[in-house]
C-alpha cells in the first residue's frame, strides 16, 4: 500500500475535525437562540405598546362617560321623551376624541306616568266634615258606601238601611285608615280596616279645616295623614279674584261639529249655561284654567224686564240630558267620548297638564240628574290639586253709591249757517254759565246743530259684566222762541270705537223747555245701556245733543238754544266672587253646592274637592258614578247608595303615595375614532367609530324638576372596551 494513502486514513480515524463541527452547531444554535430572543423582545415590545394604548382609550371611554353622567346629574333632565342634553357630547381624550351617545330609557322620567303623591300634595283624609254639630256625614238607600282613607267627621255620622250581613245592606266601609267622629255613629254600619272611634276625644289638627292651621299644628302624619303648619294652610288659599282673573264671559252659542269651547273667566249666568249643556247636543270642553261662578239670575228679578241683561231664574247650574258631556282641563286623546279618561288626570298620568279649577260664590250651585261630567285638576308638588273650590270671602258690590258723572265739553262742527254752541265747557255744571247756539231758521226744511257731549273718563268706565242699576242723563237747558215744528232729541252711541260687532245708536226725543226759567229733566238710559254694558262693558259713551229748528215764516226766525249743564250719572254693580252664603250655607241639607242624582249620572272629580261652607249630596244609582279622587272637605255630605248601584270601587278616595322622586334610566355609549378625524364623519355607529366603552346609569331626582347638582346617580352597569 502507498505509504502516503496509508497515512491519509490514519489521520481519518482521528478527532481533529470534531472541534469545527462543534463550533459551527454552537454558532447555529447560538444565532437560533438569539433570534428568537430578538423576536420574543419584539413581540413584548409591541405588546406593551398595544396595552398602553387600550389603557389610554380606556381611560378615555371611561372619563368621557364620567364627564356625560356629571353633565346629567347637574342638569334638569327629567323626561325620557325629550332629547338628552349629553347626546352627541365629545370629550377629548390621550387617544383622541371620544363622543358619547345618549339613549334615555323608554317609560323612565318625568313622561313615564307615574305622579309623584306625597304628604304635601294630597289631602290628610278621604272625608273631612267641619260642621261640628248634628249628622255631617250621612248615608242613605241599602248600599254600601266605600271610601279609601281616613275618614274624620266633625259631627256624628248616620247611616239609614238595613246592617249588614244581610241582603241590600247599607254600610260604610273604609279602608286602609280609621275612622273618626266626634259625635256619634254605629260600628254595625260603619267599618273601618284599622278602627273606629265614635265620639272621638277632642279635635286633632287633621280634624281642622286645613286652611285655618297654624305652625303649632303639626299632626303626626299617621298612614294618610299629612303634615300641617301655616304652610299647609296656604295650599288651601283662595284663588286670586280680582278684577284681572274675572274676566266676563259670555256663554258661547253651539257649535254644528266639534266640542264647544268655553273660556276661563267670571261666569254669572246659570240659565245659559243650563241651556247650553241640555240643549246644544255638542261636548263642552272648559278649557284649562280658572273658573269663577258666582250666578245672578236670582237678581234680575228685581230689575225691569226691559232692562235686564240676563234671564230671571234661578242660580243653579243644571245639567239632565243623559247625552251631556262636560269635560274641564286638558284632553286625551280620548276625549269626551271616554268618562272617566276624558282628561289629564293629575293623580295618575304625566303632570305636564294644565287642569281647571272651579271656583263657587254667592249660592252658585251645581245639579247634575243626568249626563256626565269629568274634571282634571292641576298638579303642584306643595298642595292638593284644588278641582271645587268653594268661596270663603268675597266683596258684595251693591249700587249704593253713584260710581261716576261726565258733562260737556266740545261742539261738534255744525252745518251751515246754523252756528255751533259758543262755550261748550260751560255745560259742565249747573252754575248759570251757559253753552248756546242761535238757529236762523231755514227757508225751507229743518236746521240742526249739535253739541257732542264729552266721552267716559277712566273713573267712569265699567268693566263687562257690570249690572248696571241705573243709568240717567240729567239735562239744565231752555230753549226760546220755539215754535210748532221745533224739536230736541239724544243719541246715545256706547263703545263708539268698538268694530266688532258695530256700535248700535239709539235715538230719544226730548222734550223741550220753552220757558225763561233752566230747568232740569232728567232721562232713563238704564234700558239703553243695560245689555251693552253687561256684554262689552262701558269704556265709552258719545251722546249728541241735537237742537232742531223748523223752517221760518211767521216770526221766530231766530231760536236760542242754552244748555247750562248735562250731567250722565251711574251705578252699577261690576264683577265680583262673594263668599258662599245665603240659604246654602243657612240651611244646610237641603241646598247642596253639588248635588248627583239619576240613574244616568256621572261625575269624576280629578282633584280635591275643597268647600268648607258647603253641603254636597251625592246619589248613586244603577250605572252612575260619581267619584272623588283626591278627598273632599266640606261642611257637611251626604251620600247615596243603591243595591243597584253598578259602581263598585272607592267613592271617595285618596290617592297612594308614590314618592318624592323620579327616576330616569339613562344608556350612555363612548365611541372612539378609528381614523385622524372625524369630524366630518357619520354619528356612531359607523364604520369610522369604535365602542369603547357603556353604562347604564339612573338619575334620581326631586320632582318634576332636579335641582341643580342635588340628584343621586345609580351606576346599574359599566362597561369599558365593550
Known sequence: ???????????????????????????????????????????????????????????????????????????????????????????????????????????????AGVVPITALNRPGSAVLTLGGSGTTLSKGSNGILRIKGRVYVNGAIAVAGTTCPSTNCSRIDVTEAPVLATGTCSTAFVTSTVSVTCPSAGTPPEGKDPALLTDGDIPPNPGAGQPGGAALASAYAQPASGPAQLVHRVVPACVASGNVQLQPGYYDDAVALSSLSNTCGRPLHFTPGTYYFDFRNEEMAAIAAAARPMSTGSNVWTVNSSGARLVGGTLTAAGPSTIPGSCVS?????????????????????????????????????????????????????????????????????????????????????????????????????????????????????????????????????????????????????????????????????????????????????????????????????????????????????????????????????????????????????????????????????GTTYAPNAHFNVNLTNVSGQVFKSGIVSRSLAVSVTPSAGFVGPVIEIPDETGSGVSLDVNLTAYACRITSCAASAAPPSADWRRVGRATVALESAWPVPSNGSRAVEVKSWNLLG
Open 346 to 606: 293629575p293623580l295618575t298620568t304625566t303632570v305636564s297638564n294644565n287642569g281647571v279649577q272651579f271656583v263657587f260664590g254667592g249660592n252658585s250651585r251645581l245639579d247634575i240628574q243626568a249626563g256626565k261630567m269629568e274634571l282634571c285638576g292641576q298638579y303642584a308638588t306643595d298642595r292638593p290639586s284644588l278641582v271645587i273650590y268653594g268661596a270663603k270671602s268675597g266683596t258684595t258690590l251693591d249700587s249704593g253709591a253713584i260710581r261716576g258723572s261726565v258733562a260737556a265739553t266740545t261742539s261738534a262742527p255744525a252745518p251751515a249757517p246754523a252756528p255751533g254752541f259758543t262755550t261748550p265747557d260751560a255745560g259742565r255744571t249747573v252754575d248759570g254759565n251757559l253753552a248756546s247756539t242761535t238757529i236762523t231758521r231755514p227757508a225751507s226744511g229743518n236746521q240742526a246743530t249739535t253739541l257732542r257731549l264729552a266721552g267716559m273718563d277712566a273713573a267712569t268706565q265699567i268693566p263687562a259684566g257690570s249690572i248696571l242699576t241705573a243709568a240717567e242723563l240729567r239735562v239744565t237747558h231752555r230753549e226760546t222762541a220755539t215754535r210748532s215744528g221745533d224739536a230736541l232729541s239724544l243719541a246715545l252711541t256706547p263703545n263708539p270705537t268698538r268694530t266688532t260687532p258695530a256700535p248700535t245708536t239709539t235715538t230719544s226725543n226730548v222734550a223741550l223747555n220753552a220757558s225763561a226759567t233752566l230747568t232740569t229733566q232728567t232721562y232713563n238710559l238704564t234700558t239703553a245701556l243695560a245689555a251693552e254694558t253687561w256684554r262689552y262693558g262701558l269704556t265709552d259713551l258719545r251722546m249728541d245733543w241735537v237742537v232742531n229748528a223748523t223752517r221760518s215764516g211767521g216770526g221766530n226766525t231766530l231760536w236760542t238754544a242754552d244748555l247750562d249743564a248735562a250731567q250722565l250719572w251711574l251705578q252699577w254693580r261690576p264683577p265680583s266672587l262673594r263668599t258662599e252664603a245665603g240659604t246654602c250655607v243657612a240651611t244646610g241639607l237641603t241646598c247642596p253646592l253639588v248635588q248627583t242624582n239619576g240613574a244616568q249620572t256621572s261625575l269624576y272629580l280629578q
Open 1 to 111: 500500500m502507498n505509504p502516503i494513502l496509508r497515512s491519509l486514513r490514519r489521520r481519518a480515524r482521528g478527532d481533529e475535525g470534531a472541534s469545527l463541527v462543534l463550533v459551527m452547531a454552537f454558532v447555529v444554535c447560538v444565532g437560533l437562540v438569539v433570534t428568537a430572543i430578538l423576536g420574543y423582545a419584539q413581540s413584548a415590545l409591541t405588546s406593551a405598546a398595544a396595552t398602553q394604548s387600550r389603557q389610554d382609550l380606556s381611560a378615555d371611554a371611561s372619563g368621557a362617560l364620567d364627564v356625560a353622567v356629571n353633565t346629567l346629574r347637574t342638569s334638569s333632565y327629567a323626561d325620557a321623551a325629550a332629547a338628552c342634553p349629553v347626546d352627541g357630547l365629545d370629550v377629548p381624550g390621550t387617544s383622541g376624541s371620544v363622543r358619547v351617545q345618549c339613549s334615555p330609557v323608554a317609560g323612565t322620567g318625568v313622561s
